[in-house]
């Protein structure tokens, strides 16, 4: 393929999908990721699109996209906090975890010191290497980092995924307007589905900056777990749409408490 037929091919696919991976348009471009980031580089110079670490996004992208770990850590900390410790009430001795990807479930990580016989299985570096130093069994999926975020994203199918597990603990990037969780990475959406249908119980962790908003790869419905924790506040409208459509709120807000629609 022609280097400018292939830098329009990727300008169409950042224009369509919003967000596009170095890895997923070498794969699809089948070149390698070295001559992909040439690409992205001039493009970008170019202003046809935002190159992104780790891949490029679109200029006029109406999406959240993929945001570093670092950053990521200090966004609504306390919201974080309290929305850990609710899931950690929900932890038994002898349990097995799943622990997702993300700063809000790596709160839930730091709190499992005290509890005892723990199996946990997560795709986390970070909440991998601090479970190390903790009295569990640690199971780590294996397969391609993404670098922004330290946790694996592909090679992880239904066949390495041979566990079952009392709860999960999932995350998500953002949540529309109609309930639907999102994420900019589609090896991340598969995953997390994955996730929950193994699991004999699946809590959604999400504060409130995630309401309302749209990434590019559709995960599931709310009303798809067991409960999401979270310190959002929901207007009257807003819990009899949750409501009918059979979403389980655990509130962490001050002024709510767990409610069950």
């Not at 696919?13 to 471009?29: D, M, P, Q, T």
Request: proline fraction near 2%.
């Amino acid at each position: 393929m022609l280097a400018d037929v292939r830098q329009r091919r990727i300008v169409e696919l950042v224009e369509r999908f919003g967000w596009v991976e170095v890895g997923e348009l070498a794969s699809s471009l089948d070149v390698s990721q070295v001559t992909v980031r040439r690409d992205l580089d001039l493009l970008d110079k170019l202003n046809l699109l935002e190159r992104r670490r780790g891949g490029a996004v679109s200029v006029n992208a109406p999406f959240e996209v993929e945001s570093t770990y670092q950053d990521k850590s200090q966004e609504n900390l306390e919201a974080k906090q309290r929305i850990a410790k609710r899931a950690v009430s929900l932890i038994s001795p002898g349990m097995s975890l799943f622990l997702d990807a993300g700063t809000t479930v790596f709160e839930v990580a730091k709190r499992l010191e005290k509890i005892r016989n723990l199996t946990v299985i997560t795709n986390d570096l970070k909440t991998a290497l601090h479970l190390c130093s903790l009295p569990v069994t640690l199971y780590f999926l294996g397969g391609l980092v993404q670098p922004e975020t330290g946790s694996v994203i592909a090679n992880v199918g239904d066949g390495a995924f041979d566990f079952s597990v009392d709860i999960s603990f999932i995350g998500a990037r953002t949540i529309d307007d109609d309930y639907e969780t999102f994420t900019p990475t589609s090896f991340k959406a598969g995953l997390k589905r994955l996730v929950r249908k193994k699991a004999r119980h699946s809590y959604l962790l999400v504060d409130h900056s995630k309401f309302h908003k749209r990434a590019i790869f559709r995960v599931d419905p709310l009303s798809a777990y067991s409960g999401v924790i979270t310190d959002k506040t929901f207007s009257s409208a807003e819990r009899s749409e949750l409501k009918a459509k059979g979403v389980h709120i655990i509130s962490v807000a001050e002024e709510e408490g767990t409610w069950r629609d």
